[in-house]
């Protein structure tokens, strides 16, 4: 018994011993174990700043974030918080006690000892937990595409497409056929037959429908990208059909990643060539010819074109049908030559038709020759010269290229093709008339955006068939793997444009090539082509236009100096070219691009360039200084887009520089640091400057984070910095006054009252406000405003002006306003759009929804905490009775509100009226019980989803409170199919 008690006496004193040591180890390692917190807590602070940099970024993209990246970043903030309380505290007792390692209070070192020994797992734990989202923290959502913006076709009348339409869907619901071939002439409609097949059985045959053009010259790289989303989905079993247009020879689907063959039957493919032996060897099990219309149908849809005219010009009518028999059937020349001749005379119509009875040149392609007259005879009937050099300079862009204005606008001007040119501005009006004439002309597709246009490869083809006529022949080689291009010196003489696009080039001729008519010459996007020779360079001496972006070109050669009539230079995206004396050489040049160069400064030389009008100098991450009096001396410059970087000296001054520009038109221009913005000075000429872009941040652009602004003409105020200084600087203020600014605010600290502190500030006319995780927003006007500032005045009332509002992540936004509702005025709203508010409760009163007069679009997710859009308050006799009519609003989109009830809470004798509303999205609303109390009449409502069942898609909206009725029917099947779910054996 004596043994046993010493034995466990002294298992006793081991313990007490190892737990003695692992306290005294608190007090020996307080040191290393208080430096390791340190580290770690520096390591997770470097993480949270890169993940929150990729969260801003898909933000501002529009991009979904992934489910947990906020939190983490929320939890990541908690764990940071207190590990700096605990640094702080930490520190503050060094301070008191002088060499803390060294004095006698042990128990003081004991406790930040093992303080820190239990703080730093949980932060090494939250590092861990962050990983993925620094690679990832959201899901691209894709822009729109070509089936998006696309309008469905009236076939009805037209017999052959009616039928051709009628065959290709039979087939695709045929499960034993995976793939569909199409085949016709060029111009027949193939694609416009393909799109539409697209738009009627998709959401009904299919889940989704991708589409990609294909081409003669095939871009591995770009198809994969096109079709990326649609094979993943394929392969989680989803049944989706996939569009192939203008195939040319025969794909091999298994190296383009597109999943096909017995696996993958719910993957279907429809292809369109101009060959039958295409489709045959793409295997399709049934291939369908796209015949031309015959002549009775190619009468009807020349009639759709021309008008009226044609039933009562009896003159005319004869020559028409003449016309139109020459046109082959062929939907697209008959709109290029129905828009061509429509309001020509009747002697034109006759001129005409004798330009189409002559044949075409014998020595081109045949599909090309039986259009050519025809696409060369609308081109020769535009009125606008402006408009046909538009279209010989689209040629020049690689096939099925989308074509930014923009780039025809710079190309425009740099060859001078517009006659008393006012400004760069005025370049871009014309641009877009000149574009604007081509499509109504059918010489250029219509793709939904304005700021960009597209080329059908047949009128592509004629387009460069009629540059070449004379000594304007161009030369396009785009997406064709070329590593070198080494052409004999004497082979090029007569062409005007050279354009080597999107290729592997490493070696350029190095000897003098003949080209003495060249004024267009592209190299671009050859990442490995890091020099061009001086040998090469120096027989350009006509060289109007040089872009040669996005390579890596690491010096400029000095035969340079002999591009004397050289007006637009693109240098953007070569990260290796630090040096640009020689460019001061260019005395003609009107337009310089330098974004995301290396430039380490701007140098004197640059001063020469008096002629320039737009100067872009984005993204160079490297610059840090421009020579005193660069900027000033570019007297003529209309716009100017330059960002200065953290590491940059001398903003203010420059900014003061750019401010006595006095013909700036347009000035796009990034400061990180407000430090760095100039407190006085009378500002721009408000008269010429028509729009701007002023971002003011300390972590928007030096991180990537970009602001798309789709119109030179708008006003936009970027403030991101963390603290707002308030008055802003007297000169931004005064830019402000007068204009009807948009004003961004993003991760702004200290600013809460936001409308009145603008006001205040002189944004008394704001149109745009887009509020970005600004932490103490609580409100936008708050209770302690007083609406009518003066005694005997008019109320104030904020909004007034408003038309949009964006109001995404602010976690502590509670109301949108704390005031009187007789301050308010939202009339003038057309957009509202909130998300990530999870404090938000509810939206309007009633007695502010009366007068919603204008909103069109209301879009809310992601707001757990709210509970109705519309607050009926006590129920007063304001509200009893009341009639409420949204005469504008036409989409209502509600998304992952968790807490939402209704969209109106309140009085049961109110009545709503929505007469413009035809859209309502409502998903992830699992408490949403009913639409609202009262009537709720929605007479023209054709879509209204409640997710997550479709069919409700389809229940019957018919009477006065059909709206109220689908949201009950909908949450009464949802109930059924839980209560269902609950007797299945393998129910979770």
Same mark, same amino acid.
Request: with cysteine; hydrophobic share 40%; aromatic share 8%.
């Given at each position: 018994?004596?043994?046993?008690?010493?034995?466990?006496?002294?298992?006793?004193?081991?313990?007490?011993?190892?737990?003695?040591?692992?306290?005294?180890?608190?007090?020996?390692?307080?040191?290393?174990?208080?430096?390791?917190?340190?580290?770690?807590?520096?390591?997770?602070?470097?993480?949270?700043?890169?993940?929150?940099?990729?969260?801003?970024?898909?933000?501002?993209?529009?991009?979904?974030?992934?489910?947990?990246?906020?939190?983490?970043?929320?939890?990541?903030? =908690?764990?940071?918080?207190?590990?700096?309380?605990?640094?702080?505290?930490?520190?503050?007792?060094?301070?008191?006690?002088?060499?803390?390692?060294?004095?006698?209070?042990?128990?003081?070192?004991?406790?930040?000892?093992?303080?820190?020994?239990?703080?730093?797992?949980?932060?090494?734990?939250?590092?861990?937990?962050?990983?993925?989202?620094?690679?990832?923290? $959201?899901?691209?959502?894709?822009?729109?595409?070509?089936?998006?913006?696309?309008?469905?076709?009236?076939?009805?009348?037209?017999?052959?497409?009616?039928?051709?339409?009628?065959?290709?869907?039979?087939?695709?619901?045929?499960?034993? &056929?995976?793939?569909?071939?199409?085949?016709?002439?060029?111009?027949?409609?193939?694609?416009?037959?393909?799109?539409?097949?697209?738009?009627?059985?998709?959401?009904?045959?299919?889940?989704?429908?991708?589409?990609?053009?294909?081409?003669?010259?095939?871009?591995?790289?770009?198809?994969?990208?096109?079709?990326?989303?649609?094979?993943?989905?394929?392969?989680?079993?989803?049944?989706?059909?996939?569009?192939?247009?203008?195939?040319?020879?025969?794909?091999?689907?298994?190296?383009?990643?597109?999943?096909?063959?017995?696996?993958?039957?719910?993957?279907?493919?429809?292809?369109?060539?101009?060959?039958?032996?295409?489709?045959?060897?793409?295997?399709?099990?049934?291939?369908?010819?796209?015949?031309?219309?015959?002549?009775?149908?190619?009468?009807?849809?020349?009639?759709?074109?021309?008008?009226?005219?044609? =039933?009562?010009?009896?003159?005319?009518?004869?020559?028409?049908?003449?016309?139109?028999?020459?046109?082959?059937?062929?939907?697209?020349?008959?709109?290029?030559?129905?828009?061509?001749?429509?309001?020509?005379?009747? !002697?034109?119509?006759?001129?005409?038709? &004798?330009?189409?009875?002559?044949?075409?040149?014998?020595?081109?392609?045949?599909?090309?020759?039986?259009?050519?007259?025809?696409?060369?005879?609308?081109?020769?009937?535009?009125?606008?010269?402006?408009?046909?050099?538009?279209?010989?300079?689209?040629?020049?862009?690689?096939?099925?290229?989308?074509?930014?204005?923009?780039?025809?606008?710079?190309?425009?001007?740099? /060859?001078?093709?517009?006659?008393?040119?006012?400004?760069?501005?005025?370049?871009? $009006?014309?641009?877009?008339?000149?574009?604007?004439?081509?499509?109504?002309?059918?010489?250029?597709?219509?793709?939904?955006?304005?700021?960009?246009?597209?080329?059908?490869?047949?009128?592509?083809?004629?387009?460069?068939?009629?540059?070449?006529?004379?000594?304007? !022949?161009?030369?396009?080689?785009?997406?064709?793997? /070329?590593?070198?291009?080494?052409?004999?010196?004497?082979?090029?003489?007569?062409?005007?444009?050279?354009?080597?696009?999107?290729?592997?080039?490493?070696?350029?001729?190095?000897?003098?090539?003949?080209?003495?008519?060249?004024?267009?010459?592209?190299?671009?996007?050859?990442?490995?082509? $890091?020099?061009?020779?001086? =040998?090469?360079?120096?027989?350009?001496?006509?060289?109007?236009?040089?872009?040669?972006?996005?390579?890596?070109?690491?010096?400029?050669?000095?035969?340079?100096?002999?591009?004397?009539?050289?007006? &637009?230079?693109?240098?953007?995206?070569?990260?290796?070219?630090?040096?640009?004396?020689?460019?001061? =050489?260019?005395?003609?040049?009107?337009?310089?691009?330098?974004?995301?160069?290396?430039?380490?400064?701007?140098?004197?030389?640059?001063?020469?360039?008096?002629?320039?009008?737009? /100067?872009?100098?984005?993204?160079?991450?490297?610059?840090?200084?421009?020579?005193?009096?660069?900027?000033?001396?570019?007297?003529?410059?209309?716009?100017?887009?330059?960002?200065?970087?953290?590491?940059?000296?001398?903003?203010?001054?420059?900014?003061?520089?750019?401010?006595?520009?006095?013909?700036?038109?347009?000035?796009?221009?990034?400061?990180?640091?407000?430090?760095?913005?100039?407190?006085?000075?009378?500002?721009?000429?408000?008269?010429?400057?028509?729009?701007?872009?002023?971002?003011?941040?300390?972590?928007?652009?030096?991180?990537?984070?970009?602001?798309?602004?789709?119109?030179?003409?708008?006003?936009?105020?970027?403030?991101?910095?963390?603290?707002?200084?308030?008055?802003?600087? !007297?000169?931004?203020?005064?830019?402000?006054?007068?204009?009807?600014?948009?004003?961004?605010?993003?991760?702004?600290?200290?600013?809460?009252?936001?409308?009145?502190?603008?006001?205040?500030?002189?944004?008394?006319?704001?149109?745009?406000?887009?509020?970005?995780?600004?932490?103490?927003?609580?409100?936008?006007?708050?209770?302690?405003?007083?609406?009518?500032?003066?005694?005997?005045?008019?109320?104030?009332?904020?909004?007034?002006?408003?038309?949009?509002?964006?109001?995404?992540?602010?976690?502590?936004?509670?109301?949108?306003?704390?005031?009187?509702?007789?301050?308010?005025?939202? &009339?003038?709203?057309?957009?509202?759009?909130?998300?990530?508010?999870?404090?938000?409760?509810?939206?309007?009163?009633?007695?502010?929804?009366?007068?919603?007069?204008?909103?069109?679009?209301?879009?809310?997710?992601?707001?757990?905490?709210?509970?109705?859009?519309?607050?009926?308050?006590?129920?007063?006799?304001?509200?009893?009775?009341?009639?409420?009519?949204?005469?504008?609003?036409?989409?209502?989109?509600?998304?992952?509100?968790?807490?939402?009830?209704?969209?109106?809470?309140?009085?049961?004798?109110?009545?709503?009226?929505?007469?413009?509303?035809?859209?309502?999205?409502?998903?992830?609303?699992?408490?949403?019980?009913?639409?609202?109390?009262?009537?709720?009449?929605?007479?023209?409502?054709?879509?209204?989803?409640?997710?997550?069942?479709?069919?409700?898609?389809?229940?019957?909206?018919?009477?006065?409170?059909?709206?109220?009725?689908?949201?009950?029917?909908?949450?009464?099947?949802?109930?059924?199919?839980?209560?269902?779910?609950?007797?299945?054996?393998?129910?979770?």
């Amino acid at each position: 018994m004596a043994e046993t008690g010493s034995a466990v006496a002294g298992k006793v004193v081991d313990s007490l011993f190892v737990v003695a040591k692992k306290q005294i180890s608190y007090m020996w390692n307080y040191t290393q174990n208080v430096d390791t917190l340190k580290r770690a807590l520096q390591d997770l602070k470097g993480m949270r700043e890169r993940v929150q940099v990729q969260i801003d970024i898909a933000i501002r993209n529009g991009d979904n974030l992934l489910e947990g990246a906020k939190k983490w970043v929320k939890g990541a903030d =908690e764990e940071i918080s207190k590990a700096e309380e605990f640094v702080e505290e930490e520190t503050n007792a060094k301070k008191t006690c002088f060499k803390l390692a060294m004095c006698g209070n042990w128990h003081t070192l004991h406790h930040y000892g093992r303080k820190a020994i239990k703080m730093a797992p949980l932060i090494l734990q939250q590092q861990v937990s962050g990983t993925p989202y620094e690679r990832c923290v $959201s899901i691209e959502t894709p822009a729109p595409g070509p089936l998006d913006v696309y309008q469905n076709k009236d076939l009805d009348d037209l017999h052959t497409h009616n039928s051709a339409l009628g065959y290709i869907i039979k087939s695709l619901e045929d499960e034993s &056929t995976q793939i569909t071939g199409i085949y016709g002439l060029g111009g027949v409609g193939k694609t416009t037959l393909a799109m539409e097949v697209a738009a009627r059985v998709k959401n009904n045959l299919f889940a989704d429908v991708a589409f990609t053009t294909v081409s003669l010259t095939i871009n591995a790289e770009k198809i994969q990208k096109d079709l990326e989303n649609a094979t993943k989905r394929i392969m989680k079993g989803d049944k989706i059909l996939i569009i192939l247009d203008d195939v040319w020879e025969k794909l091999n689907l298994e190296k383009l990643c597109i999943p096909c063959g017995n696996n993958f039957m719910t993957c279907k493919i429809l292809l369109t060539s101009r060959s039958e032996k295409v489709c045959r060897k793409m295997n399709a099990q049934r291939i369908i010819w796209v015949n031309s219309l015959p002549i009775e149908e190619a009468w009807i849809l020349f009639k759709r074109v021309v008008g009226k005219r044609l =039933e009562t010009d009896f003159n005319l009518k004869p020559v028409a049908l003449k016309v139109v028999e020459e046109c082959g059937g062929l939907p697209l020349l008959i709109q290029a030559v129905g828009n061509a001749l429509k309001d020509e005379s009747t !002697k034109s119509w006759e001129s005409a038709l &004798t330009q189409l009875q002559k044949h075409a040149p014998l020595d081109i392609d045949e599909e090309i020759r039986k259009s050519f007259t025809h696409l060369k005879l609308s081109y020769e009937y535009l009125k606008s010269e402006e408009a046909k050099s538009c279209f010989l300079l689209c040629s020049m862009f690689p096939e099925d290229y989308i074509i930014p204005l923009e780039d025809l606008v710079f190309f425009g001007v740099a /060859l001078e093709k517009f006659d008393d040119l006012d400004s760069i501005e005025d370049a871009r $009006s014309r641009v877009q008339n000149a574009v604007n004439i081509l499509t109504s002309s059918g010489l250029l597709l219509n793709v939904g955006n304005e700021e960009v246009t597209k080329m059908h490869d047949v009128v592509r083809d004629v387009a460069l068939l009629i540059a070449s006529e004379g000594n304007n !022949k161009f030369l396009v080689k785009a997406w064709q793997g /070329l590593t070198e291009w080494l052409p004999r010196d004497t082979s090029l003489e007569s062409y005007k444009g050279i354009a080597l696009i999107s290729n592997n080039i490493i070696k350029l001729p190095s000897y003098k090539v003949n080209v003495p008519n060249l004024e267009i010459f592209f190299v671009c996007g050859n990442r490995d082509l $890091s020099m061009i020779s001086d =040998e090469f360079i120096g027989c350009m001496k006509k060289l109007k236009l040089l872009d040669i972006s996005w390579n890596n070109i690491s010096s400029l050669p000095q035969s340079f100096q002999l591009l004397t009539k050289l007006r &637009t230079l693109d240098l953007r995206g070569n990260k290796s070219l630090y040096e640009i004396s020689i460019l001061g =050489e260019l005395k003609a040049l009107e337009i310089l691009i330098l974004n995301g160069t290396g430039i380490i400064e701007i140098p004197k030389e640059i001063c020469q360039l008096v002629n320039l009008r737009v /100067l872009e100098i984005k993204d160079c991450v490297d610059l840090s200084r421009i020579t005193q009096g660069v900027i000033s001396a570019l007297w003529r410059l209309e716009e100017l887009c330059i960002e200065f970087m953290l590491k940059f000296k001398g903003a203010s001054d420059c900014i003061v520089e750019v401010i006595s520009l006095s013909k700036l038109a347009y000035l796009d221009l990034t400061v990180p640091s407000i430090d760095q913005i100039p407190t006085d000075g009378q500002g721009f000429n408000s008269e010429t400057l028509k729009g701007f872009v002023i971002e003011i941040g300390e972590y928007r652009r030096d991180v990537g984070v970009k602001v798309v602004f789709l119109s030179r003409s708008g006003r936009y105020l970027v403030l991101s910095a963390v603290h707002l200084r308030i008055p802003l600087a !007297k000169w931004l203020k005064n830019l402000i006054e007068g204009s009807l600014p948009n004003i961004i605010l993003y991760g702004i600290e200290n600013l809460n009252n936001v409308m009145p502190t603008l006001y205040h500030q002189g944004f008394t006319k704001l149109q745009n406000i887009h509020l970005n995780d600004c932490p103490n927003v609580s409100c936008l006007v708050d209770n302690d405003t007083r609406c009518n500032r003066d005694e005997g005045k008019t109320k104030e009332k904020f909004f007034k002006e408003l038309k949009h509002i964006e109001l995404w992540y602010l976690e502590n936004l509670e109301v949108l306003w704390k005031c009187p509702d007789e301050c308010i005025s939202l &009339t003038n709203l057309v957009t509202l759009y909130i998300e990530g508010s999870d404090k938000l409760g509810s939206v309007f009163t009633v007695r502010v929804a009366q007068g919603l007069v204008n909103l069109n679009f209301l879009f809310i997710r992601n707001c757990d905490g709210l509970e109705d859009v519309i607050w009926g308050g006590d129920g007063g006799d304001d509200e009893s009775g009341c009639i409420i009519v949204f005469p504008s609003l036409a989409q209502i989109f509600l998304l992952k509100l968790r807490r939402l009830k209704s969209f109106y809470l309140g009085s049961e004798n109110c009545s709503f009226e929505y007469p413009s509303l035809v859209e309502v999205k409502i998903g992830g609303c699992g408490s949403m019980q009913i639409w609202g109390h009262g009537i709720h009449e929605t007479p023209n409502l054709k879509t209204l989803v409640v997710n997550p069942y479709d069919d409700v898609r389809r229940l019957q909206l018919d009477g006065p409170n059909a709206i109220n009725d689908v949201v009950a029917k909908a949450r009464d099947l949802d109930k059924r199919k839980q209560q269902a779910n609950l007797y299945k054996p393998n129910a979770k």
